[in-house]
């Protein structure tokens, strides 16, 4: 019996945390299995191979207990705890908890109540409204569950890997082929090069003097799980965290084609053929093709590829075709990390950061920002983690003297506060007016009305003390659906009324993501760029915003928080009072 893979694994500790948790076990044992899991699914190496070696302790959330249940696994094919909690519960009840906004507990409560145990019986239970009896549920829950069958429920579409944990792991598996004697240069391609939120594989293109000899090369990687050859100079594999590789090689007079074709989204890249086409050439990963001549251009670079279609060099972010081929375009001189002038949002141990503000602003001195504001959680966050109104003012003036102490940057007191489901602020306008800075973000009642969630967040950005909208989608890329909400109506406002809208750089998160950050700013909005780090160890999550920014097509001008503080600070709503 072969060893399990890490998705294998990981797959198994994920159940182990449902059943536990259906069969009402602590929360830390049901996340110290949640964490588990990801752990796994997330290690470069094979966590079997780790166990069998007597090293998967090193392995982060592995301890000694888990280790256990992994020598089981292999060597038995199954987790013990695991068989007796199944014979506990029918196995379609596990199934329930995959449908969105059910979950261990909540399945669990429909089970004892109404004992329903598949997703049958919940769906027959939906159409005859019998959901809105148990306490918890209703009519929206009822609805929500008959749309999610509507949509095909029981079809699971290919995960997608979330675009940093995605570079992380295809960049170490460059790095790997770099070594190799024949390579020449190995870069990122498709969506990965492009900046998009989340990829279903990994795109690596490569120049080497022996082709063939590189592509075998990427089943020697020990981050590599299996390869396998597709074709003499192409190789695909599947890492130990269950991601899809695909390579490619030539050599290095092709290897402008090579980038090109497959970083290009498939739109952009049939603009691009169809431009070819007109002046009588044909575009390819081996060349261009010159119809009159029959000769075939070879490009050792990008830029010759786009000069001999008579177009300038395009960013790999704007290759989406929206605009970036039409007649005229001038290509942008897009933002980058070092235009960054300020941060204005991160949280302390006041709420649920992991450092203090004073190591929060020796940080960000330490990134080169000149100003940084503490927007700790407000006083209705919802996670047990909340700043009462009494703790804000004690938090107002340790800011205030750290601020005095502190030379080379600016430390500002702000928050995060709640967007009450009126529009309101969770603090009141005595106390917000103490403040430099207010980030107002929706952390509570996602299932409001598309109606009602505009009206309450438009009513935040006519506020006279709210400077900014926070992450305004409240997206999570690949685990969370964006709440319902009229954005080109928070565009009008928030334009109308000098409010400003974040970027927020948390790489699960990126919202505004780049197509509303591109409308925002065509309907005259501020848009600032913040990371919304909870410690120190995360203030250069920057990048993932400003890579937000440079695929919304925006320069260092179209950003405010690039200002220096002086010019930056007339900008809020409160310097105008």
Request: aromatic share 4%; net charge negative.
């Amino acid at each position: 019996m072969p060893d399990p893979s890490n998705a294998v694994i990981a797959a198994a500790f994920d159940e182990l945390g449902d059943l536990y948790e259906l069969d009402g076990a602590v929360i830390h044992r049901v996340l110290a299995y949640r964490n588990a899991a990801k752990a796994v699914r997330d290690a470069p190496t094979s966590v079997s191979a780790l166990t069998r070696e007597g090293r998967v302790t090193t392995v982060p959330g592995i301890g000694k207990t888990l280790e256990e249940k992994l020598r089981a696994l292999l060597e038995t094919g199954t987790i013990p705890a695991a068989e007796k909690l199944r014979a506990r519960f029918p196995a379609g009840l596990i199934e329930m908890t995959r449908l969105p906004g059910l979950g261990p507990k909540r399945a669990r409560k429909l089970f004892d109540e109404l004992g329903l145990d598949s997703l049958d019986a919940l769906r027959e239970a939906a159409e005859q409204q019998r959901l809105r009896g148990v306490k918890g549920f209703g009519p929206k829950f009822e609805a929500s569950v008959l749309a999610a069958f509507e949509a095909g429920v029981a079809e699971r579409p290919a995960p997608r890997l979330v675009l940093h944990r995605a570079t992380e792991l295809a960049e170490a598996i460059a790095e790997g082929l770099r070594a190799h004697p024949a390579a020449v240069r190995v870069e990122l391609a498709g969506g990965l090069r492009r900046g998009s939120d989340s990829v279903k594989d990994l795109d690596l293109v490569a120049a080497a003097t022996d082709p063939a000899a590189l592509a075998g090369a990427l089943a020697d990687l020990d981050l590599v799980e299996s390869a396998s050859s597709a074709g003499e100079n192409a190789a695909r594999a599947r890492t130990h965290s269950g991601a899809s590789v695909d390579l490619r090689v030539v050599t290095p007079d092709q290897f402008g084609n090579l980038l090109q074709h497959f970083t290009g989204s498939r739109q952009h890249n049939v603009r691009l053929r169809e431009r070819a086409v007109k002046r009588g050439l044909h575009v390819s990963e081996y060349g261009i093709l010159d119809d009159a001549t029959g000769d075939t251009l070879r490009c050792a670079t990008e830029e010759e590829v786009y000069a001999r279609l008579g177009l300038p060099w395009i960013p790999p972010e704007l290759r989406e075709d929206r605009g970036e081929l039409d007649k005229g375009f001038v290509v942008p001189d897009l933002i980058v990390q070092d235009d960054l002038k300020g941060d204005l949002h991160c949280h302390t141990v006041a709420s649920d950061g992991r450092d203090t503000a004073q190591e929060m602003a020796a940080g960000a001195l330490a990134r080169g920002l000149q100003y940084v504001a503490i927007t700790d959680h407000s006083a209705t966050h919802g996670f047990g983690n909340d700043v009462s109104p009494d703790a804000l003012r004690r938090q107002i003036e340790l800011v205030h003297d750290l601020n005095d102490r502190t030379d080379g940057i600016e430390v500002l007191i702000g928050t995060e506060t709640n967007i009450l489901p009126d529009g309101s602020p969770d603090y009141d306008d005595d106390l917000l007016a103490q403040l430099d800075w207010v980030v107002g973000s929706v952390h509570t009642s996602f299932g409001m009305s598309r109606a009602e969630m505009t009206r309450r967040i438009v009513a935040a950005t006519e506020h006279p003390w709210i400077d900014c909208i926070g992450h305004l989608t409240g997206r999570k890329i690949a685990a969370r659906a964006p709440y319902d909400v009229d954005v080109e109506a928070v565009f009008e406002a928030a334009a109308r009324t000098g409010t400003m809208l974040e970027i927020n750089s948390a790489p699960d998160r990126r919202d505004l993501n780049d197509v509303h950050a591109r409308q925002a700013h065509a309907a005259g909005v501020r848009i600032v760029i913040n990371t919304d780090a909870h410690g120190v160890s995360t203030q250069g999550i920057a990048r993932w915003g400003v890579l937000t920014a440079r695929r919304a097509g925006l320069t260092a001008a179209d950003v405010a928080n690039t200002l220096p503080w002086a010019q930056f600070a007339p900008l809020r709503k409160r310097a105008a009072r």
